[in-house]
């Protein structure tokens, strides 16, 4: 057996006599001195500071910077700007959070355009396993949620914004469940409920393990049943304002036959998600194939400030063997009802509810201190064992609650109720974003912000379960808030003035790029 | 993905044939990954990347039979002799609309929105189709029959990905029949949860003002030793 196999073997030996183990909480002190260390965010030589826009001075990580600063792709050759769409709201992407947005605005009257870079669908919300965390059990409250996210979130996160998300839970869950949504009940008939990294409390709401899959395609079909006109194919490429801090419609590009589509709206929702497919660090990414930052860009441009922009979220477990699924998730859940991580040697080295930081943290320590396992294609790693659960709980229980699980590394003959899988921090999630209000508006006028690409409500790290929730409240609350503001407003000039407010600046802060953002697609093709 | 173009069979590569062109590619990637490593561009057929979306139904065929397969293209590892292409950029279907808010009885009205359900004729082509492993075909027979709740449980992991549609010699979208009847199961005849209702109620009323109250007034401090009580 070579050492890749004896370790295996090791993990699946101990296995029983690991079963009952407890494994000691980290202190605060402990989590602090681990995330310094061995935190990807607190890695100085990853970031450097932004040049030029409102939150010059400030830092993020060097793939985000490059974007930030990068040239617009119409600097050259400006389009002409008659609009080819007048509506009163745009919204831009089709994931949770733009389709919650685009159903709100236009049953309160609005005619509502969408724009959406892939399929509506194709997004980060349909590939969420684990659920959305709602307060609703007699235990719990929505003041107790609200600690735990604060906690969570490093205490950073915005109050306002945090109270407005956890107590608009249950009308959201309930919401969902009008349109058809289906989560897994308990014999009872209540919604069934599990925990997640830290909370305090059971307060997960899911369907199996194709949580994000279920609220989509109940989504996308609402949306499709409703008079919402969908550019599928047509990401925004620059935002249009009136050369006076409002933000007045966008420039979408046709990815079929490359043209240019103007639209002037009266209110612009944007909720294009987050930034895996940058591969920060070097890192895998759980994200879909879109998720490359343009919300973050576009919006900067245009003169929007940020909020927590430093900050991402490494999921903890990742997939990184086989080489094909490298990046792909492995749900928390799976941790919550007993899965445990175990070094080359078999032993556990940290508690796995922790929250996501911490437990990234310590994979990441146990790999670069020389207790990690190679994968033949040179990644390291650590083991997740997770037939431990159907030990736990009974024969059945992975396959029962864990369907997709089981079936995505089945597919490369690894039977997960037998063996453990190799697992490394995933790139997985944006903390920060475009900065809102209440309301969901960003500092530029008319421009709303949802979901993963806005910042401030999960603070410095987002807890499990936290972003579902997020889409569906502040999708929901962005979309009644623009039809509002559209319903009084008229429509207003089409410039580029902004574009040329960033060249200014650029040029006084002598930056020069050869990038042109946004970037759209990850670059995977091979060219030679 | 930067691994340098084969253009010649080495030991570690495989020879496949991607819509209609040979080309030679490291073992081990997926179909898509071996397009982008064969230069392939892509925008249409790729979404999620992890099996869920449905953005990348493709078929193939491989040496040993004469059968046109199906899969999920981001999910299926290339193999020697293999032939593949993404099926469509586009499937063309018709759009119905279902109005739940006005809907009376879903399990009359499918007969109405969606009349072939009942012609399902048994050849069973769709469960084949299916890269997810559904039971198509029973899931149908079910919305016919209007047990939608078994109906429903059979679709919880369809990708909408359409593999099954074409391959009806009825004519049904057996996709967005699963979809109809997990919705109309979800809306019309799931349990009200008490413990979610009670919650709502408890809101509505104010019963956490006060301690809203209190708490935003707290300092940092105040507020972690709080959270560890
Ligand atoms: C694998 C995985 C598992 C997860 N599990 C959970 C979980 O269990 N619980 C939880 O709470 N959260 C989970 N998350 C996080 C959560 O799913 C996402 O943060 C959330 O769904 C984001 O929703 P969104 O609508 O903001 O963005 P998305 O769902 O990513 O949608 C963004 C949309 O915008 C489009 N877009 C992007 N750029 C442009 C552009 N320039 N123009 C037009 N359109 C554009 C995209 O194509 C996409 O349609 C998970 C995430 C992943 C990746
Ligand atoms: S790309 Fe989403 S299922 Fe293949």
Redesign the interface.
């Known amino acids: 057996m070579n050492a890749f196999e004896l370790s295996k073997q090791a993990v699946i030996d101990g296995r029983e006599a690991r079963k009952k183990g407890e494994m000691p909480r980290l202190s605060e002190d402990e989590k602090k001195a681990l995330l310094s260390r061995y935190h990807p965010d607190l890695k100085e030589e990853a970031y450097t500071t932004i040049r030029i826009g409102v939150n010059k001075g400030q830092k993020t990580v060097h793939e985000v910077v490059r974007l930030l600063e990068g040239e617009s792709p119409l600097a050259e050759n400006p389009p002409d700007l008659t609009p080819k769409h007048q509506v009163d709201v745009l919204v831009i992407g089709g994931g949770g959070a733009g389709a919650s947005a685009a159903l709100m605005a236009q049953s309160a009257g609005s005619k509502v355009l969408m724009s959406t870079k892939?399929?509506l669908?194709?997004?980060n919300t349909?590939?969420a396993e684990g659920g959305m965390q709602?307060?609703?059990?007699?235990e719990d409250?929505?003041?107790r949620h609200?600690?735990?996210t604060?906690?969570g979130g490093q205490?950073a996160n915005d109050?306002t914004l945090l109270?407005t998300l956890v107590?608009e839970g249950?009308?959201n869950?309930?919401w969902l469940?009008?349109?058809?949504?289906?989560f897994d009940?308990e014999e009872d008939?209540?919604?069934s409920i599990r925990s997640g990294g830290g909370s305090?409390l059971p307060r997960l709401l899911r369907?199996?393990d194709?949580t994000?899959?279920?609220l989509m395609?109940?989504l996308k079909?609402a949306v499709?049943?409703e008079d919402i006109e969908i550019l599928e194919?047509s990401p925004v490429i620059e935002f249009l304002t009136d050369g006076n801090g409002t933000c007045t419609g966008a420039v979408l590009k046709d990815?079929?036959t490359d043209k240019r589509i103007v639209v002037q709206a009266k209110t612009v929702i944007l909720a294009t998600g987050g930034i895996g497919r940058l591969h920060i660090q070097g890192f895998p990414t759980?994200n879909?194939?879109?998720a490359t930052g343009d919300g973050l860009v576009l919006s900067y441009r245009a003169g929007a400030e940020l909020k927590f922009q430093d900050t991402f979220q490494y999921h903890p477990t990742g997939s990184i063997f086989?080489?094909?699924m490298a990046g792909?998730?492995v749900t928390e859940a799976i941790r919550s009802v007993g899965a445990q991580l175990l070094n080359v040697k078999g032993e556990r080295f940290v508690y796995e509810l922790e929250t996501r930081d911490a437990v990234a943290s310590a994979v990441i320590r146990e790999c670069e201190e020389g207790r990690g396992v190679e994968t033949p294609a040179g990644r390291k790693g650590v083991w997740l064992d997770m037939p431990l659960v159907d030990v736990l709980h009974g024969e059945g229980t992975l396959a029962d609650h864990f369907?997709?699980m089981l079936?995505?590394f089945s597919?490369?003959d690894i039977d997960i109720t037998k063996a453990p899988v190799l697992i490394y921090p995933t790139l997985h999630y944006q903390n920060g974003g475009v900065k809102i209000d209440v309301e969901g508006e960003s500092t530029l006028k008319n421009l709303f912000v949802a979901g993963e690409a806005s910042g401030g409500i999960h603070g410095r790290n987002r807890l499990m379960g936290n972003s579902l929730l997020d889409i569906v409240v502040y999708g929901r609350r962005a979309g009644v808030a623009a039809a509002k503001r559209a319903s009084a407003l008229g429509f207003c000039p089409l410039t580029l003035k902004h574009l040329e407010d960033f060249k200014t600046q650029k040029k006084a802060a002598g930056v020069v790029s050869e990038t042109v953002s946004p970037i759209l697609?990850p670059d995977?093709?091979?060219?030679? | 993905?930067?691994?340098?173009?084969a253009k010649e069979k080495t030991s570690h590569t495989v020879k496949v044939e991607i819509m209609g062109k040979q080309h030679y590619v490291p073992e081990?990637?997926?179909m898509l990954?071996a397009m982008?490593?064969?230069?392939?561009?892509l925008?249409?057929g790729?979404?999620?990347?992890?099996?869920?979306?449905g953005?990348c139904p493709s078929k193939y065929t491989t040496p040993e039979d004469a059968k046109i397969k199906t899969a999920l293209a981001c999910?299926?590892?290339v193999e020697e002799g293999m032939s593949f292409s993404l099926t469509a950029a586009y499937y063309p279907n018709r759009?119905v609309?279902?109005?739940?808010k006005k809907m009376e009885d879903p399990k009359q009205e499918i007969f109405r929105l969606y009349p072939e359900t009942a012609l399902c004729r048994n050849c069973d082509a769709c469960t084949r189709a299916c890269p997810?492993?559904i039971d198509v075909r029973t899931g149908v027979w079910k919305a016919a029959f209007g047990q939608f709740k078994e109906g429903?449980d059979l679709f919880?992991?369809?990708?909408?990905c359409s593999l099954c549609v074409p391959v009806c010699i009825a004519d049904i979208a057996p996709n967005q029949v699963g979809?109809y009847m997990?919705?109309?199961?979800?809306?019309f005849f799931?349990?009200?949860?008490?413990?979610?209702l009670?919650?709502?109620e408890e809101?509505e009323q104010g019963k956490?003002d006060a301690?809203?109250e209190q708490?935003?007034s707290l300092s940092?401090e105040a507020?972690?030793s709080?959270?560890l009580a």
């Open positions: 892939l399929r669908g194709d997004s349909v590939m709602v307060a609703i059990s007699p409250s929505p003041v609200f600690l735990d604060l906690k205490m109050r109270k107590s249950p009308a869950a309930k469940m009008d349109l058809g949504v289906m009940r008939g209540n919604l305090s369907c199996k194709y994000g899959l279920e395609r109940v079909d499709l049943n194919f990815l079929d759980s879909h194939y879109g086989p080489e094909a792909l998730l369907p997709n079936r995505q597919r490369y697609f995977y093709v091979n060219k030679g | 993905m930067t691994v340098s173009s081990g990637l997926t990954q982008w490593h064969t230069g392939h561009e925008t249409r790729v979404g999620c990347l992890g099996g869920i979306c953005a999910q299926t590892q759009k609309v279902s109005d739940f997810k492993g429903a919880l992991s369809c990708v909408m979809l997990r919705r109309a199961q979800g809306i799931n349990e009200k949860s008490s413990h979610l009670a919650r709502l809101i956490f301690e809203w708490l935003l940092d507020i972690i709080k959270s």
